[in-house]
């Protein structure tokens, strides 16, 4: 049985840091990202790793903050955070594809965590 399970949300201030986990289960995975969802919002991509890790992709809204990476002898990617703002309030989602490609879109996804939960106040 797949598993995605997201862990590290929580309630910070704005300018902190936060290390987001996704242990993975079940199978081996392609590429694996970051989504997240603000309340009254669509889910919107935050970025995308290759398998290898050698690929990367990121929203404009987090490039130069957030840096994600993967460790694929424990089947975890990682989402770390920095200055974080309030507009960085959502529920972060991690999801996995079967095929390769660092993709940004919902639908290219197949398997889907049950979220985390990140506040950022002001």
């Known amino acids: 049985q797949v598993q995605l399970v997201e862990s590290g949300g929580g309630l910070v201030q704005a300018g902190d840091s936060l290390r987001l986990s996704c242990a993975a289960s079940g199978r081996t995975f392609g590429s694996m990202g970051w989504f997240r969802q603000a309340p009254g919002k669509e889910r919107e991509f935050v970025s995308a790793?290759?398998?290898?890790?050698?690929?990367?992709n990121y929203a404009d809204s987090v490039k130069g903050r957030f840096a994600i990476s993967r460790d694929n002898a424990k089947n975890t990617i990682y989402l770390q955070m920095n200055s974080l703002k309030p507009e960085d309030t959502a529920v972060y989602y991690c999801a996995a594809r079967q095929y390769p490609g660092v993709l940004g879109t919902t639908s290219s996804y197949d398997y889907w965590g049950q979220g985390t939960q990140v506040t950022v106040s002001s």
């Open positions: 790793i290759s398998g290898s890790g050698s690929s990367t």
